[in-house]
């Protein structure tokens, strides 16, 4: 039988073919160049190119990642969603600093954002629950994301009770569903290349950080650098 080594080795990787790009004509700060990154995804049919990992810091210091999407990205930083109540939700009112990676494969493109975050205004929020499938609205509504489940059929039935509570009131909103936006302070692009050459930009905001959120976000100026693959 063969290794699980020695069949991860035969696995092609960097299989991806990256579109004609010059750092040295990249935008001062990096939102544009991200927004441009993802609609060539798009443009490309990369499967599922707004998924992203989020990393969290838990309460014992360790880090924690899952997937989700991403709703939106502006110069106020890069916008996703979740329960206040999850899991991420209780770890990001704790320690409101995370990262966010995408990757993809069929580019060899790779982009991954720090920073710190910050639920936006109650209407925001429920301006996003609002535009989710009903399905997805009647699973927020429950509002049991990461509890434990005794029995898969306790979720039909909890998703049909609040189903119908949206079929009567079509304006429902879950109380804890909250848009979050991840203000950056580093981001960095990466571009695959067969002989490891890889193209790696790094953007760093050089002012206007804060210690915490306490005073609110603050402009700053951003240094660009390549990096060593």
Sequence with gaps: MTDLRTRLRAVPTLTG?????????SPDTPHPLFVEWLLTAIDAQVPEPCAVTLSTIRADG?????VLILKNVSDDGWQFASNSTSRKGEELDASPYAALTFYWV??????????????????????????RPVAARAEALVGKQSAV???????????????????????????????????????????ADQDRRHVRLRY???DGLTDG?????????????????
């Excluded at 360790?62 to 899952?66: A, E, H, L, Q």
């Excluded at 959120?213 to 693959?229: F, R, T």
């Design 17 to 25: 073919k990256p579109p004609a790009w010059d750092p040295s004509e």
């Design 62 to 66: 360790r880090p924690n990642g899952r």
């Design 106 to 131: 069929p580019l060899g493109r790779q982009v991954r954002i720090v920073g710190t975050v910050e639920p936006a205004p109650a209407e925001d929020s429920a301006r996003d629950f609002l535009a």
């Design 149 to 191: 489940l005794a029995d898969r059929s306790d979720i039909d039935v909890a998703v049909k009770e609040q189903a119908e509570r949206i079929a009567d009131n079509p304006e429902l909103v879950a109380p804890n569903w909250t848009l979050y936006t991840l203000r950056a302070e580093e981001v960095e692009f990466w571009q």
């Design 204 to 206: 760093n905001l050089t």
């Design 213 to 229: 959120l306490e005073d609110g976000p603050k402009d700053g100026s951003w240094a660009k650098e390549m990096l060593w693959p």
